[in-house]
């Protein structure tokens, strides 16, 4: 290799690694300030004072973010376990069968939410939900509104999620369980859930995040009394953020890091297994 060559393959690899750290510098550095500055003791929350826990220690005693913090977690639950179910539906329906009437217009209104501006489902979910209250007297604005429009748009991200899987599964697994003798619910269960598993874990903590960071969706559909934690970090950064948010926010990255860890952990280990099964079921061949 000529010297010119040479320096050439090294300016790449080396180029590479710095845009690689500089991508991962502006993903990350905000955090990490974000988790410094959770300890200042200043009330400014952008100068720094020394070091202090007193920030954590009142958080139980602000009943706002608490109660904002609180109202969010369920309704990320919530959203994330509806949208994994609907999701995988509708996955279903697209990857199965792929004929049948107005698949076309179906596939279209799943995706709709992916390429829409969150403005303009909230706008539009609002009318209709006043509507409809006008019409029954249900539902009010609050939880259920927020579950509803959070669902909208998890559920179009959990059947991408899922339906990449279903199309990258061998069909004669299935048609073999079939042949063997199982029914069509049995070769679901047995068969089908177990290979897709990683997918479902992937759309719920997807579909979970999204909910729980939302605040367009939120705004247009939240009532009286039902206020979430992201609502209440964006209230009062019009008025300056005090260092409080920035603890329930480490309090957060915190958890949601512990989640993605153990579900990682979770599924490299149900991809071992599944190697060790089909390497043990070939050697049985």
């Not at 992916?114 to 007297?137: D, H, K, T, Y």
């Not at 009532?223 to 964006?234: E, R």
């Not at 953020?241 to 153990?262: C, F, M, Q």
Request: charged share 10%; aromatic share 10%; net charge positive.
């Amino acid at each position: 290799m000529s010297r010119r060559a040479w320096f050439g393959a090294g300016f790449a690899r080396g180029f590479g690694k710095a845009w690689l750290a500089g991508g991962y510098a502006f993903l990350y550095l905000p955090i990490l300030a974000l988790v410094i500055y959770s300890f200042n003791d200043s009330p400014i929350a952008n100068v720094w004072a020394g070091f202090t826990l007193k920030w954590y220690a009142a958080l139980p005693g602000d009943r706002e973010i608490i109660a904002g913090l609180w109202l969010s977690l369920r309704i990320a639950f919530f959203t994330a376990c509806a949208s994994v179910v609907l999701g995988t539906l509708a996955a279903f329906a697209l990857v199965k069968y792929r004929r049948f009437t107005g698949r076309t217009l179906f596939s279209g209104m799943v995706n709709a939410p992916l390429v829409m501006p969150e403005v303009i489902i909230g706008l539009s979910l609002l009318l209709m939900l006043v509507q409809v209250q006008r019409a029954i007297g249900f539902p009010e604005r609050g939880m259920m509104t927020i579950w509803l429009g959070h669902l909208l748009l998890g559920m179009a991200y959990a059947t991408v999620v899922v339906q990449a899987r279903l199309q990258d599964l061998n069909p004669q697994l299935e048609e073999a369980a079939m042949d063997l003798g199982a029914r069509p619910h049995q070769v679901f269960y047995l068969v089908t859930l177990p290979m897709i598993t990683q997918s479902l874990m992937s759309a719920w903590l997807l579909t979970f995040t999204l909910s729980l960071d939302d605040v367009v969706l939120s705004a247009f559909l939240s009532g009286p009394g039902s206020t979430t934690m992201p609502l209440v970090i964006f209230s009062r950064a019009r008025l300056g953020l005090s260092p409080s948010v920035n603890a329930v926010a480490t309090l957060i990255v915190l958890v949601v890091t512990i989640g993605v860890v153990l579900a990682s952990l979770a599924i490299a280990r149900a991809e071992r297994r599944r190697a060790q099964d089909i390497a043990a079921a070939a050697r049985g061949n």
